[in-house]
């Protein structure tokens, strides 16, 4: 049994669904622009790189000066009590109060303890923490060796084996460290991470040992408990594989980026293990020596 309509209601509902079908199209039209728009200088950055592939440098002008201003951005957007600026943490009060904002950014952290009272890490020094990590002498040094390293073994092969093979390894281990450390730096801040290390000097050889291992894949929170570091997998993931853009074809696969990936936490473990005992050995040095 077919529904009585009045005359003209087809032609009513034809007319209101051809406007409601234009509306929905123009605005379609209008999104579509938006986001055109918007990925426009991105499309021109892709094909740029994509006519130079492995090109290294001009990706040095252009990711880490963004991370660094976005991390810049981050830390100067929290306010932080004068009292509790770097409230000390050991026992030399007076040195502990030198750290409240007068050191420069320049300026390595201190080494800090588990047995000492937490105290937040400021916007400052996480500020300081990301330069020092990324500039530092340690991290320039190491930098060299790795990329004579691959000069010599001729790794990656497009690159060659010349002083402008050296210098496109060692930019191209730039772009990375600059990248990971600033993500961290900046998912850390949002999600109340602590990329310090925190050293445990009074224990046993094999309780320092298993302390490294936890805190490469691990950090302190917000509370002062330790927790996984998820600023850290995103930064340490998230930048080899957001590399395989600009690097040259031979590693540019998922292949290598998760072998860069495990590098990179094989690499922070390294590192925790330099902050856990260069301070004795340094100690027994300055010892031995007087």
Same mark, same amino acid.
């Given at each position: 049994?077919?529904?009585? =309509?009045?005359?003209?209601?087809?032609?009513?509902? =034809?007319?209101?669904?051809?406007?409601?079908?234009?509306?929905?199209?123009?605005?379609?039209?209008?999104?579509?622009?938006?986001?055109?728009?918007?990925?426009?200088?991105?499309?021109?950055?892709?094909?740029?790189?994509?006519?130079?592939?492995?090109?290294?440098?001009?990706?040095?002008?252009?990711?880490?000066?963004?991370?660094?201003?976005?991390?810049?951005?981050?830390?100067?957007?929290?306010?932080?009590?004068?009292? *509790?600026?770097?409230?000390?943490?050991?026992?030399?009060?007076?040195?502990?109060?030198?750290?409240?904002?007068?050191?420069?950014?320049?300026?390595?952290?201190?080494?800090?303890?588990?047995?000492?009272?937490?105290?937040?890490?400021?916007? *400052?020094?996480?500020?300081?923490?990301?330069?020092?990590?990324?500039?530092?002498?340690?991290?320039?040094?190491?930098?060299?060796?790795?990329?004579?390293? #691959?000069?010599?073994?001729?790794?990656?092969? @497009?690159?060659?084996?010349?002083?402008?093979?050296?210098?496109?390894?060692?930019?191209?281990?730039?772009?990375?460290?600059?990248? #990971?450390?600033?993500?961290?730096? #900046? =998912?850390?801040?949002? =999600?109340? @991470?602590?990329?310090?290390?925190?050293?445990?000097?009074?224990?046993?050889?094999?309780?320092?040992?298993?302390?490294?291992?936890?805190?490469?894949? @691990?950090?302190?929170?917000?509370?002062?408990?330790?927790?996984?570091?998820?600023? *850290?997998?995103?930064?340490?993931?998230?930048?080899?594989?957001?590399?395989?853009?600009?690097?040259?074809?031979?590693?540019?696969?998922?292949?290598?980026?998760?072998?860069?990936?495990?590098?990179?936490?094989?690499?922070?473990?390294?590192?925790?293990?330099?902050?856990?005992?260069?301070?004795?050995?340094?100690? *027994?040095?300055?010892?031995?020596?007087?």
């Amino acid at each position: 049994m077919e529904p009585n =309509l009045a005359p003209g209601t087809g032609l009513i509902v =034809l007319r209101h669904g051809g406007y409601v079908a234009k509306t929905v199209v123009n605005l379609a039209c209008r999104v579509r622009s938006h986001i055109l728009c918007i990925f426009r200088p991105v499309n021109a950055i892709r094909m740029c790189f994509k006519r130079r592939r492995g090109a290294t440098f001009p990706w040095l002008s252009v990711i880490p000066v963004a991370a660094l201003l976005a991390v810049s951005q981050l830390a100067s957007a929290q306010s932080v009590p004068p009292d *509790r600026a770097n409230a000390p943490t050991e026992p030399d009060a007076s040195g502990q109060a030198q750290d409240s904002g007068t050191p420069s950014l320049l300026t390595p952290l201190k080494p800090q303890t588990q047995q000492s009272p937490y105290h937040l890490i400021t916007p *400052r020094e996480r500020l300081r923490w990301f330069i020092t990590n990324t500039i530092g002498p340690p991290n320039l040094v190491g930098g060299m060796f790795t990329a004579g390293f #691959g000069t010599a073994l001729d790794r990656p092969v @497009e690159y060659g084996t010349h002083w402008n093979g050296f210098a496109s390894r060692y930019g191209m281990r730039m772009t990375g460290i600059v990248t #990971g450390n600033a993500m961290e730096a #900046g =998912l850390g801040l949002l =999600l109340g @991470e602590d990329p310090r290390y925190f050293r445990v000097q009074d224990r046993p050889f094999k309780a320092r040992v298993e302390n490294i291992v936890l805190l490469t894949f @691990e950090a302190r929170h917000r509370n002062g408990s330790i927790g996984p570091a998820y600023a *850290r997998y995103v930064a340490i993931s998230g930048n080899n594989f957001l590399s395989n853009a600009w690097r040259v074809h031979s590693e540019s696969n998922v292949q290598n980026a998760l072998l860069r990936t495990a590098e990179g936490f094989a690499g922070r473990m390294a590192v925790n293990a330099v902050e856990e005992f260069w301070p004795d050995f340094k100690k *027994r040095i300055f010892h031995w020596r007087n």
